[in-house]
């Protein structure tokens, strides 16, 4: 008897009364009908965020893949790679999106801090948006540092090396954090365990925890409108649920196109198996999102006045990111001199990054 009621329920109906009953889902809905977003010359920079929500999904699902054949140690890891890209099937695809992936997330993640940057998003009150945005981008780059190292083929083991060497010069923690980055005085066994563990474990922990917190406060605060926008008579919105998800979802169809399409034409390549043995190869240097602060480094002379160059060098990267730290204390847009300083400090920053990049991937 009860068997025949529920065949005759529309099931649909029943599964949403069911979990509307346990989880507030009607109260969701309303919320996302309700809310709306602002439509102007620059929305195109409203989906920056969402392609970047994209590849942390892609990021998430390569690397759980990729961890079923990789083999964490120094002696078998580079086997395992070469494993991954020539015998398992499909395995040179999911590398290469993982490794294609992380160096296209950090790309669109720049994009995303600048453009959020130049609309002033990052003012009150979303001065934590802004910095939990932050927070996620640096776990982005020590996402892409540890990884770097998982293959263990020659660049990797090299341009750790160095990595970690650039560190161990900063002033007062470096030697400390520099050993305990190695777990000893050499790039091996040890380093391998710690970047592994970082890389699998206590960063996706991290980044889920960031992320969430980013996430909540979008939807505390709904997305930001420029200043222009804010004084216009006339204004357009569009609804965040179905229309601006429905954008969202073709934007995410043609990047995933665009993705497979440049995984697939140029497969990641694996370097040499290392000799730790030997001489560093020419031509070592780190991923291109360090670039513009190893560039720093290297221009720098050893000793400036009183100074030894890597720590002027050091206080210069520092001083440059932490006014992106300090902008939302500094821009709060009462001020349109100090609104306009910020949007030229923006530019000039961004020019200095491509530069400074720029240089190094020359040499
Ligand atoms: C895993 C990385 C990230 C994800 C998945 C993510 C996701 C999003 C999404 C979906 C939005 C709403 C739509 C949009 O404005 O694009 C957003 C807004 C925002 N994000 Fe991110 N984001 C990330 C990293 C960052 C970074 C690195 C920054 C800057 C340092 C940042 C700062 C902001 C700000 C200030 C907003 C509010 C924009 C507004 O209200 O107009 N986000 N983010």
């Not at 030697?175 to 005085?185: D, H, P, T, W």
């Not at 002379?301 to 002027?312: C, D, I, K, Y």
């Amino acid at each position: 008897m009860a068997f025949e009621t529920f065949k005759k329920m529309n099931l649909l109906k029943f599964g949403y009364d069911w979990l509307n009953q346990r989880v507030p889902l009607e109260a969701a809905i309303k919320f996302a009908t309700k809310k709306e977003v602002p439509v102007h010359k620059h929305s195109i920079w409203y989906y920056m965020g969402g392609i970047c929500m994209l590849f942390v999904v892609l990021q998430l699902v390569t690397g759980l893949l990729l961890m079923v054949h990789y083999v964490p140690s120094y002696e078998g890891a580079y086997q395992s790679v070469m494993a991954i890209n020539n015998k398992i099937p499909f395995g040179w695809l999911i590398r290469s999106m993982h490794s294609w992936g992380a160096n296209l997330f950090i790309a669109i993640l720049v994009i995303h801090m600048f453009s959020t940057y130049f609309m002033k998003a990052y003012r009150s009150p979303r001065e934590l948006t802004w910095f939990s945005g932050l927070g996620l981008i640096g776990l982005a780059m020590v996402f892409g540092f540890t990884g770097y190292l998982l293959p263990m083929d020659e660049m990797a083991f090299f341009a750790t090396k160095v990595g970690v060497d650039v560190a161990g010069e900063a002033p007062f923690i470096g030697e400390l954090v520099a050993n305990f980055v190695r777990g000893g005085e050499e790039v091996g066994q040890a380093t391998m365990n710690r970047f592994f563990l970082i890389h699998v474990c206590a960063l996706p922990a991290a980044l889920m925890g960031a992320l969430g917190l980013h996430l909540l406060l979008i939807q505390i605060h709904g997305i930001s409108e420029p200043e222009y926008f804010k004084k216009l008579s006339i204004k357009k919105y569009e609804k965040f649920f179905p229309d601006f998800i429905m954008n969202d979802m073709f934007v995410w169809g043609g990047v995933t196109l665009l993705f497979l399409a440049i995984v697939c034409l140029n497969p990641w390549p694996l370097g040499p198996t290392i000799d730790p043995s030997a001489p560093a190869p020419i031509g070592i240097k780190p991923e291109w999102y360090f670039l513009s602060q190893f560039q720093v480094l290297k221009l720098m002379p050893s000793q400036f006045l009183f100074f030894e160059g890597a720590h002027v060098a050091m206080a210069i990267i520092g001083a440059a990111a932490s006014t992106m730290v300090l902008i939302p204390f500094l821009d709060t847009g009462k001020n349109p001199t100090i609104s306009k300083l910020a949007t030229i400090w923006g530019v000039v920053f961004l020019i200095a990054l491509g530069v400074l990049t720029y240089m190094g991937l020359q040499v």
